[in-house]
């Protein structure tokens, strides 16, 4: 199921999308995965994986699609608050767990991935193709640690 509705929904938005886009003289693909698609683990193996498909798809587009003016990026949320969180049951407990284990400690919401997705769109963005963009407070770029900071610059 994750391969169904992550990998095939996107080949087929890029069946339909790209010959519009050829028409246009180019355009912007943004999909969206997962920092799990970058590092693999939980909440499942396929969920990982095709996470993972769609940011290695991104990057092939990226290279056979750049030639026509369509730019190609992919944007992995990490763990955001979503209304479908929320209607999991997600106990406050591991909520703040998961807020906690940013570097930022704080926690993001389908807004902060909105505002991604106007960047990547916009024409501000328009030397901007094949990246990952990761929008996660800093999970990707390290973990939080219960050491003492040591101040790196006296």
């Known amino acids: 199921m994750a391969m169904r509705i992550n990998v095939t929904s996107m080949m087929l938005m890029a069946k339909y999308a790209i010959p519009e886009m050829r028409k246009q003289g180019g355009g912007s693909i943004i999909n969206i995965s997962s920092i799990d698609g970058l590092k693999g683990g939980n909440p499942s193996l396929f969920y990982?994986?095709?996470k993972g498909a769609v940011v290695n798809m991104t990057r092939s587009m990226a290279a056979h699609h750049?030639?026509?003016?369509?730019?190609?990026n992919c944007i992995a949320p990490g763990y955001v608050y979503t209304p479908m969180v929320f209607s999991?049951?997600?106990?406050?407990e591991l909520r703040d767990a998961r807020r906690k284990n940013t570097?930022?400690?704080t926690e993001g919401t389908g807004w902060d991935i909105?505002?991604?997705?106007?960047?990547?769109?916009?024409?501000q963005a328009r030397w901007v193709s094949?990246?990952?963009l990761s929008i996660d407070a800093g999970s990707?770029?390290?973990t939080v640690g219960n050491t003492t900071p040591?101040?790196?610059?006296?």
Do not use: C, H, W
């Open 114 to 123: 909105g505002n991604g997705v106007v960047y990547l769109a916009s024409e």
């Open 130 to 132: 094949g990246i990952i």
């Open 48 to 50: 990982s994986a095709s």
């Open 103 to 105: 570097l930022l400690q």
């Open 66 to 72: 750049g030639p026509e003016g369509i730019r190609v």
């Open 150 to 154: 040591v101040k790196a610059f006296d």
């Open 88 to 92: 999991g049951g997600m106990t406050p």
């Open 140 to 142: 990707m770029a390290g």
